[in-house]
């Protein structure tokens, strides 16, 4: 690993938010930084306020605390005379010859630094949700094998405040007693013991007080019967437009409360066909199921996934782009479900139609799931330029089956009987957007019959979905995006980065030597670009912000390039920020 990468991975980085003359006799990382850079860079470097210190943690001198031990990253840059002369100073060893990195630092530190982040972000959660230890070289502290023995201690005694509850002091008043809300028990009423009403000898007649309701009851009048299996489109009819009126924002407002009216009386529909076993409407059955899963159970990181992945299932997709890989039949789905940006295998097979003089022998053929079909499967269809249907059965073979039968295929046409075979030079892809559209959504049959979630879909799997309100198709504000721009002259690189959504960006000038030539005012000049496209008409929402800000990077290898990329949209990727589509722009080929 090159020097610069491991001190963008090791070092740290502290603001000082005050000058350093105001923290007095303090101690901590930061100020011995500050104080290291102004012995050999000068007492003016650190006069100011707000002065970044990067340092790294040595391993010497040995025995002194970590404040002590901070070096600053700038001295490694220094030259070779200077950097000996104050790292045998600082490290207080006048007989080191090594003054390699990786010598100097204190693994030990940083081996804690990170078992520590591992604990927090990783290891403790998991524990307190009953997963066993996901890095086992990583020990739980002592704190939390006492915590989790609390917590699954089924002997644990129960405080007095779990049993009881306190109620409202009872007030006597003449021969009635009333409780603190106002409820009034009726007197002379003997209360028996319950041992005493069970035994044998025992005739005695016991009296029990009948509770007669005097409250009238609102006459109700019945209400119409709704089929709440139906969607609400169906039911309601579509959703007026909100208009600018005050009559139009009315009657709008009117329309969507019966809809959520709907939405709430259909959800409670759902869990009462549940309760009854009623199994007529697998759909409404499923997603009750699915419900009920979210309501009960622990929550942990396996079902936190399972839901996430359900979101396939029940989501409308919105086909982004279908793209072919190097196994034949395989394709690259990449679909905006929702709010998130999902990649599928999808199977496309080979279908084609023959068209015999004969009837032919149907076969019934188990399928994955239990169910049988027809192989081949007789059908009904308009031949191009009128020919003559006989006897049209359809094929459904995968492609690669297909490609390795091609001899057969062809025998199969010279056959006597066989009037035609068609469609079998239609594109995989083309077949694919026929069937799907832009919009599909997994069967509910299918998916109710998914025991495990699978990357993978068959074509025969996914149903077409007409857009509407309800499915709409590329809803540009849900989209992001990460711009990336790379020129090539001679030896010399140049790569930009611009992330949008928080206004930075990052350029890399690639040169066999590195010599700072950019400007210093890019924000200026970005801004500049920019108004001059919004001049000639282009929208302002098509554009990235304005103000962004930029960090320069010289850099001698190209290497260390990519990996500082790598590392800039890793970064992005882990913030979560929704479904981004990376635009790039770039001299280098495919290849």
Not at 43 to 63: N, T, W
Not at 312 to 322: A, D, H
């Amino acid at each position: 690993m090159p020097d610069a990468e491991l001190f963008e991975l090791i070092s740290e980085n502290r603001n000082m938010s005050r000058k350093l003359e105001d923290y007095g006799s303090q101690k901590s990382t930061s100020i011995s930084t500050a104080k290291r850079l102004a012995e050999f860079l000068g007492d003016q470097m650190v006069k100011d306020a707000g002065l970044s210190c990067r340092f790294i943690i040595s391993r010497k001198p040995e025995g002194s605390p970590v404040t002590e031990r901070a070096i600053p990253l700038a001295i490694f840059q220094a030259e070779s005379s200077v950097k000996k002369h104050y790292l045998r100073r600082w490290l207080k060893d006048s007989s080191i010859v090594d003054f390699d990195i990786r010598r100097i630092l204190d693994w030990d530190y940083y081996i804690q630094r990170i078992g520590g982040s591992i604990q927090k972000i990783i290891t403790i959660p998991a524990a307190m949700q009953g997963v066993p230890n996901p890095v086992p070289r990583v020990c739980h502290p002592d704190w939390l094998h006492k915590k989790i023995l609390e917590k699954t201690d089924v002997l644990k005694q129960r405080k007095i405040n779990e049993v009881f509850k306190r109620v409202p002091k009872p007030i006597t008043t003449g021969n009635r007693t009333e409780n603190g809300d106002g409820t009034g028990d009726a007197p002379d009423i003997e209360v028996l013991d319950i041992e005493d009403t069970l035994k044998a000898g025992s005739k005695e007649r016991i009296n029990r007080v009948v509770i007669n309701s005097t409250k009238k009851k609102r006459n109700r009048s019945p209400e119409p019967q709704v089929d709440y299996t139906k969607p609400w489109v169906e039911v309601l009819g579509l959703a007026p437009p909100i208009g600018t009126t005050k009559n139009q924002i009315t009657k709008w407002l009117i329309f969507h409360k019966k809809k959520w009216e709907f939405l709430r009386k259909q959800k409670a529909e759902r869990s009462k066909r549940l309760r009854l076993g009623d199994g007529r409407d697998e759909f409404l059955h499923s997603t009750t199921m699915d419900a009920v899963s979210r309501r009960s159970g622990p929550v942990t990181i396996g079902g936190f996934l399972r839901r996430n992945q359900q979101t396939l299932l029940n989501t409308p997709w919105q086909v982004l782009q279908i793209a072919e890989t190097a196994t034949p039949g395989l394709f690259r789905l990449w679909a905006l479900v929702g709010q998130e940006m999902h990649q599928v295998k999808l199977h496309v097979p080979r279908i084609f139609y023959v068209n015999v003089k004969e009837p032919r022998n149907i076969q019934m053929v188990q399928n994955e799931d239990g169910t049988f079909s027809e192989v081949p499967r007789k059908c009904t269809r308009t031949l191009p330029r009128s020919h003559p249907v006989y006897n049209l059965y359809e094929y459904t073979v995968p492609e690669t089956i297909y490609k390795n039968a091609s001899s057969g295929i062809t025998a199969e046409v010279s056959s006597y009987d066989v009037e035609g075979i068609y469609e079998t030079q239609v594109p995989l892809d083309f077949r694919a957007i026929v069937q799907m559209g832009c919009v599909c959504s997994v069967d509910r049959k299918v998916a109710n019959k998914m025991r495990e979630i699978s990357d993978s879909f068959e074509l025969s799997q996914l149903n077409f979905c007409s857009i509407s309100s309800d499915f709409p198709y590329m809803d540009l504000s849900v989209l992001k995006y990460v711009f990336i721009y790379q020129h090539k002259s001679g030896n010399k690189n140049f790569i930009g980065v611009i992330f949008p959504t928080s206004s930075k960006g990052t350029i890399y000038v690639i040169d066999t030597v590195r010599s700072n030539q950019m400007p210093h005012n890019l924000t200026s000049l970005y801004n500049q670009h920019r108004n001059e496209r919004l001049k000639k008409g282009d929208r302002d929402e098509n554009l990235p912000g304005e103000n962004c800000t930029f960090d320069v990077v010289f850099e001698t290898n190209m290497g260390n390039v990519y990996r500082h990329l790598q590392r800039l949209l890793q970064s992005y990727k882990d913030e979560r920020k929704g479904p981004t589509v990376l635009c790039i722009q770039s001299v280098m080929s495919k290849n």
